[in-house]
């Protein structure tokens, strides 16, 4: 009785209904994949290929589903996170996250959520890589810390279908009390080079002198030469005094007369 009515219902539809009826069915199945998308496809719940970029058709009525997975680089801002140094400073560090999916597949199917799994797996690896290095090393050795940090993860994300491109880290906060101690330190580093340099100079000035002088020990010209400039320079400026600097050899020969002339006198008594 069922069968009967429903035969008879169908065939009063008329012909072009039922055409049109299995376009609008065939259209449903048609899909869009961007240059930058790819399709996974799975049929009665089992994988059954790849489609895209481009467009591409699966058998409508739930027989086929396509998953759409973004294949450019994507970017994640790891959030601020406070970890304690092997040497027991506490820092707060954040960084960043460059990756990308290179097989859309295993992205769908070995991980529930991708984007998830690795954001999570960046945070865990950074607390364990800066707690197995002293603050030096984070603060002076950046690209090292960052390759370490690459590695860490990049063998559990090929595994689920994604590259890790870079992994840096952005910032890294130090305690109030640790940044005026560095900068103490910083202060003792620069008061250290000065006085090295002062010292160096000083010796380079005495080793020039001392060479000076024995040339000029060598050449008494030279030395009155030297104190009849160093007369004309003192002349030169605007002084009320003049210090006129006499030769040693005058000043002895001087003494000596006078001693001879004070030895006569006595003699003459």
Known sequence: MVWSLMSS???AVP?????VAIGVVLLSGLRVAQEYQRGVVFRIGRFAGMRGPGLFWIVPLGIERAVIVDIRTNVISAEQQETITRDSVTVKVN????????????SVIAVLNSQA????????S???IIGQHDLD???QERDKINDLLREGIAPSTTGWGMEVERFEMKDVELPEAMQQVMAMQAEAIREKRARIIKAEAEL?????LAQAARQMASNPVALELRRMQMISEVGAENNTTTVIMIPSEFATLARNVSDYVQDQTAKSR
């Open 137 to 139: 090393e984070i603060l």
């Open 204 to 208: 380079e000035a005495s080793e020039k």
């Open 15 to 19: 012909s072009w209904v039922w055409w």
């Open 117 to 124: 799994a690795v954001y999570q797996l960046a945070l865990t």
């Open 9 to 11: 219902v169908l065939s």
């Open 95 to 106: 960084a960043v996250l460059w990756y990308r999916v290179t097989d859309a597949a295993k």
């Open 126 to 128: 950074l607390r364990n």
